[in-house]
């Protein structure tokens, strides 16, 4: 009972390894002027100028974004400047957006600022398949 040695620690691996983090972190003393593409899920607070494409986004209440937004899910809470594509889109009170939106799922909490269009994703794809016949 007393003499067992305790099981060893599993340590994360970094690097392309099948262990390697699942997310990245900008933190709010970022400030980056460039495009974004991540694999993985991505929590911004801080600044970007630049074109945000990753599976997941989180945005924190003092986060500013200037560019486009592509994401499989994004839960927004902070002031974005442009156009949002998203899977599931959550958008918190605190944020202000302004720029079009487009989704496949959505919730805005009350108090949230959009300025810009709205359109459902399966919506799109519906309009570009018509076509007319003569």
């Known amino acids: 009972m007393f003499n067992k040695k305790p099981a060893p620690v599993q340590r994360q691996q970094t690097g392309s390894s099948p262990m390697a983090a699942t997310f990245s972190i900008l933190g709010n003393d ?12 991505l929590h911004v607070d801080g600044s970007v100028e630049g074109d945000i494409t990753c599976t997941a986004l989180v945005q924190g209440e003092q986060s500013t974004v200037t560019g486009v937004i592509r994401a499989e899910s994004a839960r927004l809470s902070g002031t974005i400047h ?9 958008i918190l009170k605190t944020a202000r957006i302004h720029g079009d939106v487009t989704y496949d799922t959505l919730t805005i909490e009350q108090g949230a600022q959009v300025d810009g269009k709205f359109s459902h994703r399966m919506q799109l794809t519906e309009e570009t398949s018509l076509s007319l016949v003569g």
């Not at 442009?82 to 959550?90: C, D, F, K, Q, T």
Request: charged share 15%; proline share 0%.
């Open 82 to 90: 442009g156009s949002i594509e998203a899977g599931a889109l959550v």
């Open 30 to 41: 970022v400030s980056i002027k460039g495009n974004i593409s991540a694999t993985a899920d």
